[in-house]
């Protein structure tokens, strides 16, 4: 079945660009997603992608798909405190399966 | 915000005993799906359901079971509660799956502690 990875831990500083990884194993995946989960609160659905798009802008989110490496990359533009969170990469396959999420990365913005 | 609730927000239970969770939706989607979440493990799939009394497993079902009477309300029972079932379960929901526009919608969590 499907296996989506993150890298754990991301530190960057107010103003900067975040750039946070996923990668997954199961190339028929037709959608990924990005999700933010917020201390003490459910996830919430930031973006997603179709598998036949390479790339998709949505203010400050751009999110890059490779999908020769079945590589996805969520960039945050200019990092505020307030996008701290725990981000997970999540992904379906047709059929009609249910998402497998990655393990999130811990997103921290220093002032 | 999707309406999802889930009951009890927070709970202690002893080992051994019987835990129901409860998700309630005012959605009326057809899927819904708990997830426990677990530092260093991320969300993972327990159960999910395609419609009423429509139910399968997930990735870490053992030792759950689940119930689907009505669209509206999902169950989560723990059978015999162990503290390896200390966790944080969420409810989702979802109109489809692998379709446009399906994405899940995520209730608020409910922080269970088997002491």
């Known amino acids: 079945g499907e296996d989506v990875e993150q890298s754990l831990f991301l530190s960057v500083r107010e103003g900067d660009s975040s750039v946070i990884n996923c990668t997954y194993t199961?190339?028929?995946?037709?959608?990924l997603y990005w999700y933010k989960q917020e201390p003490g609160a459910g996830l919430q659905l930031l973006t997603y992608?179709?598998?036949?798009?390479d790339m998709k802008q949505d203010q400050r989110l751009t999110v890059l798909l490779n999908k020769k490496d079945k590589h996805l990359s969520l960039r945050i533009a200019d990092t505020q405190t307030g996008d701290s969170a725990i981000y997970f990469c999540?992904?379906?396959?047709?059929?009609?399966?249910?998402?497998?999420f990655g393990k999130g990365t811990r997103l921290s913005v220093i002032a | 915000d999707a309406g999802i609730t889930q009951s009890p927000r927070h709970k202690v239970t002893e080992t051994g005993t019987p835990v129901t969770l409860r998700c309630h939706q005012t959605?009326?989607?057809?899927?819904m799906y708990w997830y426990r979440q677990d530092p260093g493990h991320g969300l993972r799939l327990i159960h999910y359901?395609?419609?009423?009394?429509?139910?399968d497993k997930g990735e870490v079902s053992d030792g759950y079971s689940v119930s689907r009477s009505k669209t509206e309300d999902f169950l989560l029972t723990l059978e015999s509660a162990t503290s390896s079932q200390t966790s944080v379960y969420f409810c989702?929901?979802?109109?489809?799956?692998?379709?446009?526009?399906?994405?899940?919608?995520f209730g608020q969590g409910t922080r269970l502690t088997v002491v």
């Open positions: 989702a929901i979802s109109r489809g799956q692998g379709l446009p526009n399906t994405e899940a919608f």
């Open positions: 199961d190339s028929s995946s037709t959608y």
């Open positions: 992608i179709f598998s036949n798009m």
């Open positions: 999540a992904a379906t396959s047709q059929g009609n399966t249910p998402l497998v």
């Open positions: 959605e009326n989607h057809r899927y």
């Open positions: 359901s395609y419609g009423v009394k429509d139910t």
